[in-house]
Structure formats: C-alpha cells, structure tokens
C-alpha cells in the first residue's frame, strides 16, 4: 500500500559522462541524503548533501570511493548504528563490499575486497538489514540458483567471505528477488528518476 506522501527533491545537473545513470541512494543518520553510482571505469562515486534538505557538496566532478573493476552500482544500506555499507557486483563474479567507518572515513577508496570466492555471480544482489540488525547480501549465479551471506551478528563479521551457500532456485532463476516486507513494516525508500531523487513511503503490504 503506497502512503499519500510523496516528496521530489529537484538535483542539480551533476552526472558527468563517466558516470552511469542508475544509483543508488541513502537517508544518513544526520538526515542528509547521499547518492551513490558506478562510473564508466569501474570505480564508485558520491555525492551528498551538505545538510538536511540542504544544498549538495558539489555540482561538479564527485569523488571517488574506488572500486576496480565493479560491473554494477552499488547496493547501499544504513544499519542501526549509522555505518554505511556498500555492496556491488565484480567484473571477477564476486560481490564485493565498502564501508563508511566514521565521519568521511571509508575502508577503503581503492580496489574493494571480496565478501564471496563463488566467482559465477552475473545478478545484480538485493542488500537487506534483518530485524537483529545483521544485514545480508543475495546473489544470482550462472548456474540459476541464488546465493547468500549474511553478518554473524549486527556490526559483526561474515559468516564466510569464501563460497557462499545456496538458497537453490531449480537452476532456472533469471533475476535476483526483490526483499520483501514484512506486512505493516513502514519504509521510506528514496529514488532517483530524470533528474530527482523521489521518496516515497510505504506503508507496507
């Protein structure tokens, strides 16, 4: 069920040529929204408004936070502390993971680590938050099946960085499932759509 409240918040033209037009974007902690997308070589970039409701950092180049070799924009997610985590597909048919430690300080702005050794991953992953505050990442693979990993305990390590296990699938899955709501679960998404990033809030099935 869609609520009535729908906001647009108009951007400033800030997609260079290098960048690519899907993103992804964010509601920080501080209310201010940040948008990530993949550029043209391979490396993730940001942009993020100043404060809440605010002008943006910059209408120019944005920064990067590195990537090397990613094939798909990153999949962001806020936890309950306020960390900031980045999954993205690899052109080596991983999924590989950055994170926000503090303040503008990421792990790392060059090659991202992997987070699997599967190495057959085509899909684009769906990123999640459980209701402990673990997240967990799922990933389509050549062989049509889905697989997963998922935090140990919230802010805590990977149950695995090596071959993720199979959720199955029959070997005839085309596409990565969307997560799902739990019914009555309200959650306010942001996208961004010709020029402006939309939220919406749901209010659940």
């Given at each position: 069920m869609?609520?009535?409240?729908?906001d647009?918040?108009?951007?400033?033209?800030?997609?260079?040529?290098t960048l690519?037009?899907?993103?992804?974007?964010i509601?920080?902690?501080?209310?201010?929204?940040?948008i990530?997308?993949?550029?043209a070589?391979?490396?993730?970039?940001?942009?993020?408004q100043?404060?809440?409701a605010?002008?943006?950092?910059?209408?120019?180049?944005?920064?990067?936070?590195?990537g090397?070799?990613l094939a798909s924009?990153?999949?962001?997610?806020?936890?309950?502390?306020?960390?900031?985590?980045?999954?993205?597909?690899?052109?080596?048919?991983?999924?590989?993971?950055?994170?926000r430690?503090?303040?503008n300080?990421?792990?790392?702005?060059?090659?991202?680590?992997p987070?699997?050794?599967n190495?057959n991953?085509i899909?684009?992953?769906?990123?999640?938050?459980?209701?402990?505050?673990?997240?967990?990442?799922f990933a389509?693979a050549?062989?049509?099946?889905?697989?997963?990993?998922a935090?140990?305990?919230?802010?805590?390590?990977?149950y695995?960085?090596g071959?993720?296990?199979?959720l199955?699938?029959?070997?005839?899955?085309?596409?990565?499932?969307?997560p799902?709501?739990?019914p009555?679960t309200?959650?306010?998404?942001y996208?961004?759509?010709?020029?402006?990033?939309?939220?919406?809030?749901?209010?659940?099935?």
């Amino acid at each position: 069920m869609l609520a009535s409240n729908i906001d647009a918040l108009r951007l400033p033209t800030f997609f260079a040529a290098t960048l690519l037009p899907a993103a992804s974007l964010i509601l920080n902690p501080d209310g201010t929204l940040e948008i990530f997308t993949l550029g043209a070589d391979g490396d993730v970039y940001h942009n993020s408004q100043m404060y809440s409701a605010g002008s943006w950092y910059t209408t120019g180049a944005w920064p990067t936070l590195g990537g090397g070799g990613l094939a798909s924009s990153p999949e962001a997610l806020v936890n309950s502390s306020g960390i900031v985590s980045l999954f993205a597909l690899g052109s080596d048919g991983n999924v590989h993971a950055n994170y926000r430690i503090s303040g503008n300080d990421w792990a790392t702005t060059a090659t991202w680590g992997p987070l699997s050794s599967n190495g057959n991953f085509i899909g684009t992953q769906p990123a999640i938050i459980n209701s402990d505050g673990r997240l967990e990442v799922f990933a389509l693979a050549a062989d049509g099946n889905v697989y997963h990993d998922a935090q140990i305990s919230s802010d805590g390590a990977w149950y695995t960085t090596g071959i993720w296990p199979t959720l199955g699938g029959n070997g005839t899955l085309l596409g990565a499932p969307p997560p799902k709501l739990l019914p009555g679960t309200p959650v306010k998404e942001y996208v961004y759509v010709n020029g402006q990033v939309i939220a919406i809030e749901n209010a659940g099935p």
